[in-house]
């Protein structure tokens, strides 16, 4: 599966500036190794040594918080949006 | 109905309606509880006077006592509210960039604005009561988004009332922030049968998260952690502005007049009702329309206001 992974701009310099990356992979989990083994200055800020999400990282599949889904383990198709946010407060509903 | 002695009985016991017309699908129902109807006109008006009483009944505020909290608007209001009839003074740190009508509001019930920057958004203003509040220790700080008392409104109050109209709620929706909505409620619906589902529907963070430095600028508000919140979830997904304009002009359709916020709820309803067999959606309207009259959301060009809308506060 082919999808594009959308970077914060907190994250873009050790991505080489981009702001967006396409890449392979069958899961989520799997679609961010590929992401950190392209841009190993990524290291530490998405995935942790123990291959869990940084707890200030929320990872969006389309519209839905991956956490919610099957955490790395949700399945992604051909064409999806893999989002990659910094934790912040919302408003206050 | 008997007469009330106070303003403040009135906070709470809202009327739900039902909006089926609206859903995508036959055999699921949908329902808004309508929190625009409390006195100061939102839902926090319930977690205003949570934090407030629960703070007196901890001897904590004394007569008189001025007190601060970051509010992106509905707390602060609620706030205000609570405090000019109980007699405490407020100071309220808000984003700059809010809806004009918020800070009119604030403004009507004698609270002081300390502005925060606006591309900071909540963050930066929770970041600067902090320091506010350790600046001066004879001021207190009832941080919504760490104090129990919050959820606390929600699981004692909004919670009941809805199993109490709707006992055949399968899903509640409902934004997060605070998420003190989500925990209350959800923590009280999943006691009662574990099956109902929670759903937090969030804005997209646009800008917001322009202004972090690293990842560790960022928030989780301490209730959602401490309160376990992850695990009281079922899911979470993001409704864009232009969804939730759309969803809140739908809305007048069945005559009712809500923030953007709601509309942002009832679309994350829909797409719920388009993914599920059958059931009963219970969605939470955490205010009315009138404070964001000024944003065009019901009149304006739909591109317009969309674009509009991204670099407001309307959560």
């Not at chain 2, 992106?72 to 109980?86: C, D, F, H, Q, Y």
């Amino acid at each position: 599966m082919t999808v594009e992974v959308r970077l914060p701009t907190l994250l873009r310099p050790a991505a080489g500036g981009s702001p967006s990356a396409t890449l392979d992979g069958a899961t989520v989990g799997e679609v961010l190794q590929a992401l950190e083994t392209a841009h190993p200055a990524l290291a530490g800020q998405v995935l942790m040594s123990d291959g869990s999400l940084h707890r200030f990282v929320n990872v969006y599949l389309n519209d839905d918080d991956v956490r919610y889904l099957d955490k790395l383990d949700t399945k992604v198709a051909d064409g999806d949006v893999v989002s990659i946010l910094p934790a912040v407060a919302g408003g206050e509903s | 109905m008997a007469v009330a002695r106070s303003v403040l009985e009135l906070i709470g016991n809202t009327p739900v309606v039902e909006v089926s017309e609206l859903s995508p699908n036959p055999d699921v129902r949908i329902l808004v509880k309508l929190e625009g109807v409390n006195p100061g006109g939102s839902v926090k008006d319930r977690v205003a006077l949570s934090l407030i009483e629960d703070a007196e009944r901890a001897g904590v505020l004394v007569p008189g006592a001025t007190l601060i909290e970051p509010s992106s608007g509905n707390t602060g209001i609620g706030l205000a509210l609570v405090a000019r009839v109980k007699g405490y003074h407020l100071k309220v740190v808000l984003p700059e960039n809010v809806s004009v009508e918020r800070r009119q509001l604030l403004a009507v019930w004698g609270a002081d604005v300390i502005e925060s920057p606006g591309s900071e958004g909540s963050n930066g203003a929770v970041r600067m009561a902090q320091r506010l509040a350790a600046e001066h220790p004879e001021w207190t700080f009832l941080y919504q988004y760490a104090n129990p008392a919050n959820p606390r409104a929600h699981y004692e109050g909004t919670g009941p009332e809805i199993l109490r109209d709707v006992p055949d709620i399968t899903h509640f929706v409902a934004g997060l922030g605070t998420s003190g909505t989500l925990l209350g409620v959800g923590r009280y619906l999943k006691e009662h049968d574990p099956d109902i589902e929670v759903w937090a529907i969030e804005p997209p963070s646009g800008e917001m998260v322009d202004g972090l430095r690293n990842l560790d600028d960022g928030y989780i508000p301490p209730i959602f952690g401490e309160l376990g919140g992850e695990k009281l979830l079922d899911r979470k997904t993001v409704v864009g502005p232009r969804d939730s304009i759309e969803w809140t002009r739908r809305l007048t359709d069945v005559g009712i007049f809500a923030g953007i916020s709601t509309g942002a709820a009832l679309a994350g309803a829909v797409r719920c009702a388009r993914q599920i067999e059958r059931g009963v959606i219970v969605i939470l309207s955490p205010d009315g329309g009138w404070k964001y009259l000024s944003t065009g959301a019901w009149t304006g060009d739909i591109d317009e206001v969309t674009e509009r809308a991204k670099k407001v506060i309307y959560f």
